[in-house]
């Protein structure tokens, strides 16, 4: 046992956020924690790393344990670079060389050590936060929202290695295959309370769907129960004798127990206009950022329902792709051409046209004060709610609310623009997983075209129908299916070009070596031994000077040189030792 929790409670101004909560964490756990926006999962986080401080409760430890934990909004001080940020929070006794600091910073797409991180973009600072908090040694890491600014090819890195992570993991996060893939016990945060489910993320959906069904049945005899006795109490009964007294308590007692709530859903009605035959078509679209080519003769014509997941690296240029369709950006070369009845509704990852000094209400009602839908007409209020905003909040400031609640308000002011064409720039940030569970089966019904950028593979399986995916030197290459299927076929087209080079080998090993192969495979095991020898040189030099700031540089840099040639060597040693084996068997 790592850490008991027992009997926590935490209040936030006027709002209650646990109550009597109980928590136990062992040394081989991997917890997901999920709840609705605002239901305190970066709270309990913060307690449990000892940031924030319970009003009441215990918290007990199993003895000294170590804690690292990644804070949803990292700080840093001014000047710090990415380099030396982590390696000023590193100790001597963590044992962390140089070169895992930057191999680590390098899997997270950092790679100028030394720039300043006030430089950096906000999604690059967490990238930054994150090496260290996977550097630091210890019993048990927090993790919150790790995923988000990090593209795919980076989430299946830190998946892989997280489930391979020693120590016990409390993460929160809303990224559904990280749940399935990585965790071993669920606790959702639920009325002010934690429920534990010893499961990953399907067997928890399992579990939960038989327990609420158990406290429905329960709960229904609890009302007809209520009910029977509501009469007997209307019948005028004295409540002198005991039995009466006591029948009356339980009847009280009985009648303030709150009745189980089933989830209210996100009901987003479909109030799109009509699309017309003449849709959106890119041709040839290019787009240029100084000597950087983002995009190269790009043409797609949109569909009526296509469902388009848009995916790449970091600052790849996925957001000016779907800026160019939008048309806030214009292409260097190429041309965006548009239907007439083409309406497009841009839900961008900045909010944009709120007033946040304004309450709810009064923003809906800036656009009208009723609503017709497919289910009929609502107020202001009425559509609020059916975006669960309940009564009090409507009239909360805007810059009151959760980022998650913001990021709902602005899709609702996106959608009431009555769309045919919905662009969504990570639209699974901030949102919990009862919202985006919503949200994908709104889109599921939507009329329109659906274009989104995310790195939610659970999401991109759900919606879309093709991928396009951005590959080297601005090329956008299109793939049928979800993020899975385009996954499946990559890993595909990677074992083709290996067995293609299998073959290659097999071909050659059929003539003899040239003498320049000869004299080549004769030494490079000592040109190979001879790096080797160079390299654990610089690193006891760098041990030497591990104060020398710029000769550990300078030492750094030539060390790096040295293993980009050391694993050329290797590579071409192997390829050599194959060949003459192969000629060996010829002959």
């Not at 489930?163 to 295959?177: E, F, L, N, Q, W």
């Not at 003449?278 to 469902?307: A, M």
């Not at 160079?534 to 060390?559: S, V």
Request: net charge negative; with cysteine.
């Amino acid at each position: 046992m790592l850490i008991t929790i027992k009997n926590l409670n935490k209040r936030h101004a006027d709002r209650q956020i646990l109550k009597e909560a109980q928590l136990i964490i062992n040394d081989q756990d991997k917890i997901g924690i999920i709840g609705k926006n605002g239901a305190g999962k970066s709270t309990l986080l913060k307690i449990i790393a000892g940031i924030e401080q319970m009003d009441s409760g215990d918290y007990i430890t199993g003895g000294n344990i170590k804690i690292s934990y990644l804070k949803q909004m990292p700080d840093f001080l001014e000047g710090q670079t990415c380099f030396s940020y982590i390696s000023s929070q590193l100790k001597e006794k963590d044992k962390v060389n140089d070169y895992e600091i930057k191999a680590i910073l390098s899997k997270l797409g950092i790679y100028d050590y030394d720039q300043q991180i006030s430089q950096l973009s906000g999604g690059q600072k967490k990238r930054v936060a994150l090496a260290l908090a996977l550097l630091l040694p210890s019993d048990l890491l927090l993790l919150d929202e790790p995923t988000n600014h990090l593209d795919q090819d980076m989430i299946l890195w830190l998946e892989k290695y997280l489930i391979k992570y020693p120590g016990a993991i409390a993460m929160v996060t809303h990224d559904r295959y990280f749940l399935e893939r990585v965790c071993n016990k669920m606790v959702e945060i639920d009325r002010c309370d934690l429920f534990c489910y010893q499961a990953n993320y399907s067997a928890y959906l399992e579990q939960k769907e038989l327990t609420q069904a158990q406290m429905i049945a329960s709960d229904h005899k609890r009302q007809q129960f209520l009910k029977k006795e509501l009469e007997w109490v209307r019948a005028g009964v004295q409540a002198r004798s005991t039995k009466s007294k006591s029948r009356l308590e339980r009847f009280e007692k009985l009648s303030q127990i709150a009745s189980v709530s089933q989830d209210k859903e996100f009901d987003l009605s479909s109030i799109a206009s009509r699309l017309g035959s003449k849709t959106i078509e890119l041709k040839e679209v290019t787009y240029q950022l100084g000597d950087r080519t983002l995009i190269q003769h790009f043409s797609y014509l949109f569909l009526r329902h296509d469902r388009v997941g848009i995916i790449g690296a970091n600052g790849i240029g996925k957001s000016t792709l779907l800026n160019i369709i939008a048309q806030i950006k214009q292409p260097t070369a190429g041309e965006v051409i548009l239907g007439d009845t083409v309406n497009i509704g841009y839900f961008s990852q900045e909010i944009q046209g709120i007033d946040e000094n304004k309450r709810v209400i009064d923003i809906i009602r800036d656009y009208a004060e009723h609503f017709q839908t497919s289910e009929g007409q609502l107020s202001a209020t009425q559509l609020l709610e059916q975006f669960l905003f309940e009564k009090e909040k409507q009239y909360t400031v805007v810059n009151r609310l959760s980022g998650g609640e913001k990021r709902r308000l602005f899709l609702l002011t996106v959608l009431l623009k009555q769309p045919n064409v919905l662009i969504l720039d990570e639209p699974t940030n901030d949102f919990d997983i009862p919202t985006l569970n919503v949200l994908e089966d709104f889109l599921d019904q939507f009329s329109g075209i659906v274009i989104t950028v995310s790195h939610d593979r659970y999401f991109l399986d759900r919606v879309v129908d093709q991928i396009f995916a951005f590959e080297e030197n601005g090329v956008i290459q299109r793939y049928m299916g979800g993020f899975s299927d385009y996954l499946e076929k990559k890993t595909t087209q990677k074992e083709t070009v290996k067995e293609a080079k299998k073959k290659v080998i097999k071909k050659v090993s059929t003539v003899k070596m040239t003498y320049q192969e000869k004299k080549e495979f004769e030494s490079i095991e000592s040109e190979i031994s001879h790096l080797e020898t160079q390299l654990a040189e610089i690193e006891k030099e760098m041990n030497t000077f591990h104060d020398d700031y710029t000769k550990i540089m300078d030492l750094t840099k030539k060390q790096e040189q040295l293993e980009t040639t050391l694993k050329k060597k290797l590579e071409r040693w192997e390829y050599l030792s194959e060949l003459n084996e192969k000629v060996m068997q010829a002959h």
